[in-house]
């Protein structure tokens, strides 16, 4: 993981729904390693996003919202 992804997994984290973090960690370091063999699409980011929307606390959902999109933006 390189160190944006470090920080952005810690982001998520914060932000998972009780029960929830595994599964968010699973899916997040599932896409980083993706990333490795190819660079992240824009379906492929659009499919991570909307899986988050199940992990996230409702409460921060606009937070991670914003920001998955400050990322998606270059896709």
Same mark, same amino acid.
Do not use: C, W, Y
């Given at each position: 993981?390189?160190? /944006?992804?470090?920080?952005?997994l810690? +982001?998520?984290?914060?932000?998972? $729904? /009780? /029960?929830?973090?595994? *599964? %968010?960690?699973?899916?997040?370091?599932?896409?980083?390693?993706? =990333?490795?063999e190819a660079?992240?699409?824009?379906?492929?980011? %659009?499919? %991570?996003?909307? =899986?988050?929307?199940?992990?996230?606390?409702?409460?921060a959902?606009?937070?991670?919202? $914003?920001?998955? *999109?400050? +990322? /998606?933006?270059?896709l």
């Open positions: 993981m390189n160190p /944006g992804q470090e920080k952005f810690e +982001f998520m984290m914060d932000r998972a $729904q /009780g /029960g929830k973090e595994a *599964d %968010l960690k699973e899916a997040l370091l599932d896409s980083f390693s993706k =990333q490795k660079p992240l699409t824009k379906e492929g980011f %659009l499919s %991570l996003k909307k =899986q988050m929307q199940s992990l996230i606390k409702p409460e959902m606009e937070e991670v919202s $914003q920001a998955m *999109d400050h +990322f /998606g933006k270059n």
